[in-house]
């Protein structure tokens, strides 16, 4: 009687626990993000360096990882693509003291744009 019991126990925790992973991860499943090549050369550019696993720069991939970036659930993707804009349309990035060194990564208004464009559609696809 004890171990039916005992079973009965377990098997509801389990189909507890299956049907609380089940019900989260519909909410927040990862989706790739597209990126066409004009954005990508941008990125390799001026951002990549700095924001990547690999970079020795800990502050700016923390804030944000371009490598990792697909693996994101969806709100924390659509709130990147947020800060990528917002950060564009504060020009904070590249930052001033790093163009000061590298004055060849510095964006263009229309690179802005583009990397502003593509940011806005990919949250947008990402809330539908």
Do not use: Y
Request: charged share 35%.
């Amino acid at each position: 009687m004890r171990n039916k019991r005992n079973f009965t126990v377990v098997l509801v925790v389990f189909l507890f626990a299956s049907f609380l992973a089940n019900a989260s991860g519909k909410s927040s499943e990862s989706k790739s993000v597209n990126m066409p090549d004009d954005v990508k050369a941008i990125i390799e550019k001026s951002c990549f360096g700095c924001h990547n696993t690999d970079s020795k720069n800990d502050k700016a991939k923390e804030k944000l990882d371009l490598k990792t970036l697909d693996s994101l659930t969806v709100p924390k993707m659509i709130h990147a693509f947020d800060k990528i804009e917002q950060t564009l349309k504060e020009d904070e990035m590249p930052p001033a003291k790093f163009l000061e060194k590298f004055p060849d990564k510095k964006l263009t208004d229309a690179e802005k744009k583009t990397l502003m464009d593509w940011a806005n559609s990919e949250a947008k696809a990402l809330m539908q």
